[in-house]
């Protein structure tokens, strides 16, 4: 079994430690910023920004425990500690929609003036910046180790981005004289984060169920060991994922009279193709005699 290269593994890492400090620098001004200015839609922020600084620190432990090699009682590695890291994202983050949705709710019940909504706009004006910086860099770890658990950890925070947004927008019309509005906003923004919540589930379930993958992928790996001279046909192809590896089956169809040593190298031709276009899959080919 083929394990991360050492850039690879540096970029998991770079990304899970970069996730946790934007995580704990945004509670503590989004706390500064929401005893300053009393904006529910800005504690709404607070809120999910302390559940993602628990949800990062979670998904550092389950990125150092997923490269970790394959051993004796885990053959297959130990890829699905993203998955289950996923999970503990979704529910995270699910409480936090329904901290916001009280929240806003008991607002709108019960109005209150906002204080020093210069300072709630300073504080969001920040962690749109460092928001966009850390999607930045989870993009590119996400296109070189195709991570489970930094691609949960990019979802919600593209979701933090529509929510910071949307908090900075609340506190301008606030200031402008529409205060109503914050808890309005707080309220959408706690539907749009159960709604992320809800697809980060979806995609950890799906690996913790050995979900195929798409079936293009699929098209295009017996394409590869179809061109293959030799091979007269494949069948059965199976895959599967775990944290950043794919494990791939598939039978080839060769000549009965073919011998055993041909038909080995036609299947080594076969994984090597497929792990040239697809590194990282681990790769098990099986011969039938046509």
């Known amino acids: ?21 934007v995580a704990s620098i945004l509670v503590v001004s989004k706390a500064l910023g929401w005893w300053l200015s009393g904006s529910v839609s800005l504690l709404a922020g607070l809120i999910d920004s302390a559940l993602d600084a628990v949800a990062s620190f979670l998904n550092l432990l389950a990125v150092h425990y997923a490269l970790r090699p394959a051993d004796d009682d885990h053959r297959f590695g130990h890829g699905k500690a ?24 008991d607002r709108l019940q019960s109005p209150q003036p906002l204080g020093n909504t210069a300072a709630g706009i300073a504080v969001m004006l920040l962690s749109l910046v460092l928001t966009v910086a850390l999607l930045a860099l989870q993009r590119k770890v996400i296109r070189a180790t195709g991570s489970t658990a930094v691609r949960a950890d990019s979802l919600h925070y593209r979701s933090d981005l529509l929510l910071n947004g949307s908090i900075l927008l609340a506190l301008v019309l606030a200031g402008f004289g529409w205060p109503q509005l914050d808890a309005l906003f707080g309220l959408g923004i706690a539907f749009y984060i159960l709604w992320s919540a809800l697809q980060i589930a979806r995609e950890s379930t799906a690996i913790l169920m050995d979900k195929e993958l798409p079936a293009d992928v699929g098209e295009r790996m017996l394409a590869l060991v179809c061109a293959i001279p030799g091979v007269q046909g494949a069948h059965d192809l199976r895959t599967r994922v775990s944290g950043s590896y794919w494990f791939v089956q598939v039978h080839l169809e060769l000549p009965g009279a073919l011998p055993l040593h041909e038909a080995h190298e036609l299947c080594e031709q076969a994984l090597a193709v497929i792990r040239e276009r697809y590194p990282q899959a681990d790769v098990l080919v099986h011969a039938d005699p046509v």
């Open 1 to 21: 079994m083929t394990s991360p290269t050492a850039e690879q593994q540096r970029l998991l890492r770079l990304a899970t430690r970069a996730s946790l400090a």
């Open 82 to 105: 993203e998955a289950l890291a996923g999970m503990a994202q979704a529910l995270f983050i699910g409480v936090s929609a329904v901290l916001i949705g009280v929240q806003a709710v």
